[in-house]
């Protein structure tokens, strides 16, 4: 199975963040993982260009029941029909999450995935109080290179952290209550 890194971003992002997104997933596609993002347009279709151009692989879950709602650049669409519910879908598809910029769609996705412990790496994005997170946190990149190589190393320190049973691993046994 591919590995898959989230990108959360606005619809109408700046020329540079747009450049930005397009360049991260040209990094990722290059490190051999695919993007999901909301697959709409602004960020999400950057991220999707980046990777298809490099060769990569593209997942957009859309807040529609279109398909052909989809960026261009998409190679999987999932319709949801859930506008911004759907938000929850895309911040926890991926191993870990850059959020490039944004607004609050891509807040709301920051702290689905955090909530969940999936890490978080923003560039531009939203400044959170760590204080107030107490064990999570959202690292700042100061280049797409950076947030690539960011993103990459916090999936494999949480892949190996689940695989040796550490504190983010799922639970051995279904707990009731829950």
């Keep these: ?8 971003g606005p619809g109408h992002p700046s020329r540079q963040e747009y450049n930005h ?8 596609a290059e490190r051999g993982f ?8 602004g960020v999400m279709e950057a991220v999707c260009m980046g990777a298809k151009e490099a060769g990569g692989e593209t997942v957009g879950i859309l807040r529609t029941y ?4 989809a960026n261009p650049y998409v190679d999987h669409a999932i319709p949801t029909g859930m506008g911004d519910a759907r938000n929850v879908l895309v911040a926890t598809a991926g191993e870990a999450a850059i959020a490039i910029a944004g607004r609050l769609g891509t807040l709301s996705e920051i702290a689905i995935a955090l909530k969940h412990g999936i890490p978080v790496v923003g560039l531009g994005t939203w400044k959170l109080d760590r204080n107030a997170l107490f064990d999570r946190y959202l690292p700042a990149a100061k280049t797409p290179e950076e947030a690539v190589s960011m993103a990459i190393e916090l999936a494999d320190k949480r892949a190996a952290d689940r695989a040796s049973g550490g504190l983010d691993a799922p639970p051995a046994t279904p707990s009731s209550g829950d």
């Excluded at 997104?21 to 990722?28: D, K, N, T, V, Y």
């Design 66 to 69: 279109n398909r052909n709602d």
């Design 1 to 8: 199975m591919k590995r898959m890194i989230a990108i959360f």
């Design 34 to 41: 695919a993007v999901v993002c909301g697959g709409l347009f």
């Design 21 to 28: 997104a397009a360049e991260i997933g040209r990094l990722l």
